[in-house]
């Protein structure tokens, strides 16, 4: 069975239907760009699958459990940066990890902590409060506390945004490292992260899903990738 | 790392602890937890020395000292419960918080016991008041223990309120400002002036009835060494009616 299972997912903000009958599944070893104009409906759809929205019609199953129906179970199973790594900014980069350790219930959340930070690389800025780093630094404390819990699905709400291009390379080295174990779903603008990053690609525009292909076919629709875009979300 | 992801489900008490040991520091790694402390034992202080006259009054009791305490609470409780839910929508926390493996009314609770407990911290640093009168006098120890217990409840009653201000906005401003207007009005409710703009419009039965609703109303019988059930069940029914309406309003985003 696959990790993520959404199946006519649906959600609207008064009149606007911002998700419209939004069906897909993702199994182990995929990593699924997400790439949509702004406003297309990636975010809600992510905010969905996480159970942070609940939907108005439609089911979305992580790793076998419904998000509405069993929604604490399918969290635990779940590592979400949310656009922007919102993160405690009082808290030192450790407490901070310490935290999201101690709430999912890890057993030795310090061991897990000291695991997460040398493998983020976040070892240097371990004692600092999260406002005062960088965003580089930031974006990767968001997704340290997505992957603490080695879950088993990951959904990064555009995990390289404003990063340079070392940041980037980082990031990206750090989700190929593990994609194989997981089912990844990462929401992007930046169109030749599916060439390094992705194994298939998921277009949304206007909440509805354009195109749902391989990696591979999806680069062959064009040379130009841009008005590959233009054209499945105008 | 492993190969196989085992994430647990967490018992649910992990995530509730781990939520209120949080909060409750969280109010430590900024100064202005130091602050509250500061004003409130300097306000609950003065105010009964300078206003209660407790000095003056020539008796070993604290009754003067606890008089003021509702509208510390009214000014304080939204101060310290304005953060609750505000500040996680501001930072985008909420979004967090809610999509790690923990309720709602988990993360309700953790967050306010643990800013009761802080109010309660407060209310424990004005002990020293109560030596002093120990040492000065010969009080009913039991008194003053009820006082404190009641002066707690009605902290807790402050935050119920203070919690539905914070859950209903993303500025801690408009948080403080909303709760501490509710708050004051039920400071007011009890009071002379208030009564009689209420006899006014009211019939003398209904406005005895509201007047029930007033905090000082009822934090005098704890004053007074009275444990009640009545008034111990209305700042209990406000502080969690509070608490259960603010985690309905997060639960609906």
């Known amino acids: ?234 | 790392m492993s190969d196989q992801p085992a994430s647990p489900t967490p018992r649910p008490g992990a995530a509730f602890w781990a939520v209120l040991r949080r909060e409750f520091a969280g109010y430590f790694r900024t100064p202005l937890a130091y602050v509250f402390l500061a004003v409130f034992n300097a306000f609950a202080i003065s105010l009964a020395f300078f206003i209660g006259n407790i000095y003056e009054a020539g008796v070993a009791s604290l009754d003067r000292f606890f008089l003021y305490h509702p509208w510390l609470w009214a000014f304080l409780a939204p101060a310290a419960g304005a953060r609750l839910w505000a500040e996680e929508r501001r930072q985008g926390t909420l979004e967090l918080l809610l999509t790690w493996p923990v309720t709602v009314w988990q993360a309700a609770l953790g967050k306010f016991f643990a800013a009761w407990l802080f109010l309660g911290s407060a209310l424990l640093i004005t002990l020293p008041m109560a030596f002093t009168v120990c040492y000065l006098g010969d009080p009913d120890v039991g008194v003053i223990v009820s006082g404190y217990v009641g002066s707690f409840l009605c902290a807790g009653a402050c935050l119920g309120i203070a919690a539905i201000a914070s859950a209903l906005t993303r500025s801690q401003v408009i948080a403080f400002v909303t709760g501490f207007l509710a708050c004051f009005v039920l400071v007011l409710v009890g009071y002379g002036v208030f009564d009689e703009l209420l006899s006014g419009v009211f019939a003398t039965g209904t406005v005895d009835e509201i007047r029930r609703l007033g905090l000082w109303r009822n934090l005098e019988p704890f004053t007074l060494g009275l444990i009640d059930l009545r008034p111990t069940a209305y700042f209990l029914t406000v502080a969690f009616a509070g608490l259960g309406l603010s985690t309905l309003i997060v639960e609906r985003r």
């Open chain 1, 1 to 234: 069975m696959a990790l993520i299972e959404v199946s006519q997912l649906q959600k609207s903000y008064g009149a606007i239907r911002a998700v419209k009958n939004v069906s897909f599944s993702v199994d182990r070893g995929e990593v699924v760009g997400f790439l949509g104009p702004n406003g297309a409906g990636k975010s809600t759809t992510m905010k969905l699958l996480t159970g942070y929205l609940r939907p108005d019609a439609g089911t979305a199953v992580v790793a076998g459990f419904d998000v509405v129906e069993n929604p604490v179970a399918a969290k635990a199973h779940l590592g979400y940066s949310p656009e922007g790594a919102p993160a405690y900014g009082e808290m030192t980069v450790r407490e901070f990890l310490h935290f999201a350790a101690e709430l999912r219930g890890l057993a030795d959340p310090a061991q897990r902590v000291a695991d997460t930070l040398k493998l983020c690389r976040l070892e240097e800025v371990a004692g600092q409060s999260v406002d005062t780093l960088s965003k580089g630094y930031r974006m990767r404390v968001g997704f340290a506390q997505a992957v603490i819990h080695d879950p088993a699905v990951l959904i990064l709400d555009e995990p390289t945004d404003g990063l340079d291009p070392n940041q980037k390379f980082e990031v990206r080295r750090i989700l190929k490292d593990m994609a194989a174990r997981k089912a990844v779903i990462v929401s992007t603008h930046i169109l030749e992260e599916i060439d390094e990053l992705c194994t298939r690609v998921i277009v949304i525009a206007q909440g509805e899903v354009r195109c749902d292909e391989s990696k591979e076919r999806f680069l062959q629709r064009g040379t130009d990738l841009n008005q590959v875009f233009r054209k499945l979300t105008a």
